[in-house]
């Protein structure tokens, strides 16, 4: 594993909005839009010299929150930075009182497995879920859904 010392995790601001979007198109990600809900539910990974490293963030849809926008910068990946983004986001969605998270992905099924998910059927989401732009328009039919329960301390692995 790669060192990330000196990376750190904390909320995304709106002068991250650039870098942010950087970061999704390298990783070819669905992009930012007004659907997003860009602000206090996204993070950012910052390296020691305040460049942008890492994104995570989620959408929420009652109790139930639609984790995206999971991106390293790609010198920085395998140093555990995309696994604290990840866990960070799914604690702040757990701490503002949703019970579950939903995923989309085309590549990673086998990383988010790790990080306890499980695949689920697609048609199964809740209404909110289903209804948002990642799920009924941006990802192709054949992304695997996956969900979490985001149970009293899960989130913080
Ligand atoms: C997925 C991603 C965010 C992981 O970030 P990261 O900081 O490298 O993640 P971590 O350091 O926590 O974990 C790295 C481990 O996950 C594995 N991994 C990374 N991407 C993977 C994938 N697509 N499928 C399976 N395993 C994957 C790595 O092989 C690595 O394993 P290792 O530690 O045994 O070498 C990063 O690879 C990325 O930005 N990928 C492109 C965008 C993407 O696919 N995002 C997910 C959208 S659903």
Do not use: N
Not at 31 to 48: F, H, R
Not at 92 to 114: N, V
């Amino acid at each position: 594993m790669r060192a990330a010392a000196g990376v750190s995790i904390r909320a995304a601001r709106e002068q991250d909005r650039a870098a942010v979007s950087a970061l999704l198109r390298a990783a070819r990600l669905v992009p930012l839009d007004e659907s997003s809900q860009y602000g206090p539910q996204y993070a950012v990974a910052e390296a020691e010299d305040g460049t942008v490293v890492g994104v995570a963030g989620y959408e929420r849809y009652g109790d139930a929150s639609l984790l995206r926008s999971g991106a390293v910068a790609e010198e920085r990946r395998s140093a555990g930075i995309g696994a604290r983004l990840a866990a960070d986001r799914l604690e702040h969605a757990r701490r503002s009182g949703c019970a579950t998270a939903f995923l989309l992905t085309d590549t990673a099924k086998e990383y988010w497995l790790k990080l306890g998910f499980e695949v689920t059927e697609r048609a199964a989401a809740p209404a909110g879920i289903a209804q948002s732009l990642e799920w009924s328009h941006a990802c192709p039919a054949s992304s695997t859904a996956m969900r979490r329960a985001l149970l009293a301390g899960a989130g913080a692995q």
